[in-house]
């Protein structure tokens, strides 16, 4: 297993961040480990006009920053990782996430399948976790194809 010394842990909006967070710690195995954990609320949604002036996504998003922001410090301190720095950013999730790669420069990625493309890594690695919850993966053993007779 490689030594890395910066790790970007991409923490999803809908929960499921305990399992990254733990994969992340078992990267981090030296005390000179910087890690920064990001959560990125996407504007992307169609929000309804308020009134007359309405509101635009991004400022929507900016409101829920503060409280987002709480929410990841405390699963932080769940996870014993209160060490690791907390950033909320907004916008589109990939094109935020890439402008975060871009300007911290990490040697690991670590997300829920699917939610980074090797495109926007920029030379770091990438270790992609499987965040369906307990209640899907069961599901999914009870939707087991059966044998049919011919």
Request: a positive charge; aromatic letters at 6%; proline letters at 5%.
């Amino acid at each position: 297993m490689s030594n890395y010394q910066r790790i970007l842990v991409r923490i999803p909006v809908g929960g499921q961040g305990d399992v990254l967070l733990h994969r992340a710690a078992e990267l981090a195995q030296s005390q000179r480990v910087q890690m920064l954990v990001v959560q990125v609320i996407d504007t992307r949604s169609g929000f309804e006009s308020d009134g007359p002036a309405g509101i635009l996504p991004g400022e929507v998003a900016a409101r829920r920053v503060p409280e987002a922001r709480k929410r990841l410090d405390l699963q932080l301190a769940r996870n014993n990782l209160s060490w690791a720095e907390a950033k909320v950013v907004w916008g589109e999730p990939q094109a935020m996430l890439a402008e975060v790669i871009r300007a911290w420069k990490p040697d690991v990625v670590v997300a829920c399948y699917g939610h980074v493309s090797q495109g926007i890594a920029q030379g770091a690695d990438i270790l992609t976790v499987s965040c369906t919850s307990l209640f899907r993966r069961l599901a999914g053993i009870w939707r087991q194809p059966t044998l049919q007779h011919a």
